[in-house]
């Protein structure tokens, strides 16, 4: 089969798009488009014969720009797309659907699937990461609601994993980081989800440290219903800084939201009854700063790991994001997913905001090295919010024995590493 009328190349209409994603610009020597397996079959049969590096791209939201390749060739997922309900809750959603048309396509028949914040995200990229979403308390990650899914392989063999067919495989790819194959369609189970409660608390930053402890304290008593995030921001511009906590609550007794709004002085607040694909939103990284960013899912949230946080965020170009965990989330056996860190009831992501042109190496080592003094506190970290790729960044992603077990399926699968632009397992 050629490749021809999937593929984009320099000169060609339309290149500056395919080669654009969120993240930036790159200059692949082909971005190609397939709209079935098959066609993914064919492009990387061009790929492994050509010599090239190969970028995986659903949605393109990757910080490390994993889905773009300089001089290697993209295959962009985007045309896979569809959204198809199998009966009984039941949906087939190709890789490349966004979480946005995704979230819109099943409320209109009162479903919903916990999955990310943004409607741009690609359905692939996400899920293959874990997927911790608004509803994660409540309904898991988005792996935990996975039933199959249709994987191209490195030989370009189409199979379908599942938890009876390729067990491995179907371990693997929930939390794997994309290792082992082209995923073009996911089966997944959909929840009856019709409205939720989702809005914004905003506090004064008169207590910063006592806002945690209280964010934590009635987040360790709060229903499965309840998600929140809290969000410390830094000045931008003419906004100044302020803490934020984003709500989401699907459940009936709304009173159970009340206790939120006593935890420091509320300047603000919007939380309401929507749909729950309204609640999904676009993200852009601010123009003309450089983002250094870190993540790590913690257990406990006390006084050292506070301690670290107030001053990390204190020294100033620094956002903070706690998002809770727990839930349906840490009662899935640890060993049931390659997404292995069940136990943590909290994941915070940071990101140090750096100035046009500081791009020099003692410049970013000085971002990541205030990062450690809250990441240090961890268990591990998130493939989905990871902004480096260091020994120690993937070290962080897997348990030991977890990583074991995945290499064991990558030699099985990808014994070339052909999936490689990623967070790499090697074989």
Request: hydrophobic fraction near 45%; charge should be negative.
């Amino acid at each position: 089969m050629t490749i021809d009328h999937i593929a984009i190349r320099p000169g060609d209409a339309g290149y500056d798009d395919a080669r654009t994603t969120v993240m930036g610009t790159a200059e692949p020597a082909v971005v190609l488009r397939p709209t079935d397996a098959a066609e993914v079959a064919a492009a990387l049969e061009y790929v492994r014969e050509a010599g090239l590096e190969l970028a995986v791209r659903s949605g393109g939201h990757n910080a490390l720009g994993f889905g773009n390749s300089d001089g290697g060739a993209v295959l962009d997922v985007s045309r896979l797309d569809s959204v198809e309900l199998l009966g009984d809750g039941k949906v087939r959603l190709g890789a490349g659907a966004t979480w946005g048309h995704t979230a819109a396509t099943l409320a209109e028949h009162g479903l919903a699937i916990t999955s990310g914040d943004t409607v741009s995200v690609g359905v692939g990229g996400l899920t293959q990461a874990g997927g911790i979403g608004w509803m994660v308390r409540k309904h898991g990650l988005t792996i935990d609601s996975v039933l199959a899914a249709e994987v191209v392989t490195a030989s370009g063999e189409v199979v379908r994993a599942d938890s009876e067919t390729h067990p491995d495989l179907f371990w693997a790819l929930r939390g794997g980081a994309g290792n082992f194959g082209v995923v073009t369609a996911f089966e997944l189970q959909a929840q009856p989800v019709s409205t939720v409660h989702f809005g914004t608390i905003a506090f004064a930053l008169d207590d910063v440290p006592q806002l945690l402890k209280s964010w934590a304290g009635a987040m360790s008593d709060a229903p499965d219903e309840l998600s929140t995030a809290l969000v410390l921001m830094p000045g931008f511009g003419d906004f100044p800084p302020g803490a934020v906590l984003y709500v989401c609550y699907c459940g009936d007794d709304t009173s159970e939201i009340e206790p939120l709004r006593s935890l420091g002085t509320v300047v603000a607040d919007t939380v309401t009854e929507m749909r729950y694909a309204d609640v999904l939103e676009e993200a852009h990284p601010p123009e003309g700063i450089i983002p250094v960013i870190g993540n790590a899912l913690v257990e406990d949230l006390t006084g050292e790991l506070i301690d670290a946080i107030v001053t990390a965020y204190s020294a100033g170009g620094r956002v903070v994001f706690l998002r809770s965990l727990g839930g349906a989330m840490g009662r899935v056996d640890p060993a049931a997913t390659a997404f292995a860190h069940r136990s943590a009831q909290t994941m915070v992501v940071s990101a140090k905001f750096l100035p046009p042109g500081s791009t020099a190496d003692d410049d970013i080592a000085a971002a990541r090295a205030e990062w450690q003094t809250i990441g240090r506190h961890g268990i591990g970290s998130y493939a989905g919010f990871l902004g480096s790729d260091t020994p120690d960044d993937i070290a962080a992603l897997w348990p030991p024995e977890t990583t074991a077990r995945l290499v064991e399926v990558k030699r099985a699968w990808d014994p070339d590493n052909v999936f490689r632009r990623n967070f790499n397992i090697a074989p």
